[in-house]
């Protein structure tokens, strides 16, 4: 069974930077395409950005398009998420999600409603951006 567990949260000032870490354990993340989501208190869950089983596209939402980079390490079996010039509005819970899925549901306009493609989440990993 795949596991995910994230990494790298915390206490940041708006401006500052965090990079995410998703490390997978029990299969390789090799063939599946990696999701970031996030999920504020009173609000539905966000995708954030994508990445695909092919490496062929990385995908963003128009939030944090230009701020935020998805990357992924086969040989240690992790994907990251850059994030730059934070703002308060970043503040959620993180989570990594993996799935066996089409290039479609990956796309950053349509991520927020692909949350099902995904079968495999981590445990969340909390992000402030506060002064």
């Known amino acids: 069974q795949l596991q995910l567990v994230e990494s790298g949260g915390g206490l940041v000032q708006p401006g500052g930077s965090l990079r995410l870490s998703c490390a997978a354990s029990g299969l390789t993340l090799d063939y599946y395409a990696i999701g970031w989501f996030r999920q504020a208190p009173g609000k539905e869950r966000e995708g954030v950005s994508c990445i695909s089983e092919s490496d062929s596209s990385t995908n963003y939402a128009d939030s944090v398009k230009g701020r935020f980079t998805i990357s992924r390490d086969n040989t240690k079996n992790t994907v990251y998420l850059q994030m730059n010039s934070l703002k308060p509005e970043d503040t959620a819970v993180y989570y990594c999600?993996?799935?066996?899925?089409?290039?479609?549901?990956?796309?950053?306009?349509?991520?927020?409603?692909?949350?099902?493609?995904?079968?495999?989440w981590g445990q969340g990993t909390q992000v402030t951006v506060s002064s």
């Open positions: 999600a993996a799935g066996l899925l089409y290039d479609y549901y990956c796309a950053g306009p349509t991520l927020s409603s692909s949350v099902d493609e995904f079968d495999y």
